[in-house]
């Protein structure tokens, strides 16, 4: 039942920007940790940023001073990505962690392409 949709990735030269935006639809719960992990080719998985409901925020080192993320109650998060780097090329999901029934939740992934 729930869905997580994404949408905003593309091809950016480096040091421009992007803004990624996952829509979430249905029943996830009041209280979630909403974020943005990503994968490279050949590489595992990493956490690039999440919010909780109280409006805590994580942040990779890597990303720190560049990107931004936020939140619209549970309806949405997005990261707003500016200085862009070649290393940031991945793709990116949107993740959404469920505290009451501990469930995760995962989007397809958008890919993110920056060009030096």
């Known amino acids: 039942q729930v869905q997580l949709v994404e949408s905003g990735g593309g091809l950016v030269e480096a040091g421009g920007s992007l803004t990624l935006s996952c829509a979430a639809s249905?029943?996830?719960?009041?209280?979630?940790?909403m974020g943005w992990y990503r994968q490279a080719p050949g590489k595992q998985r990493e956490l690039v940023a999440d919010?909780?409901?109280?409006?805590?925020t994580r942040y990779a080192d890597f990303v720190k001073g560049r990107f931004t993320i936020s939140r619209q109650r549970q309806e949405g998060v997005y990261l707003q990505m500016n200085s862009l780097k070649p290393e940031d090329t991945a793709v990116y999901y949107c993740?959404?962690?469920?505290?009451?029934?501990?469930?995760?939740?995962w989007g397809k992934g958008t890919p993110v392409t920056v060009s030096s």
């Open positions: 919010s909780t409901t109280g409006g805590r």
């Open positions: 249905g029943s996830i719960g009041r209280i979630t940790v």
């Open positions: 993740q959404v962690h469920a505290y009451l029934d501990g469930m995760d939740y």
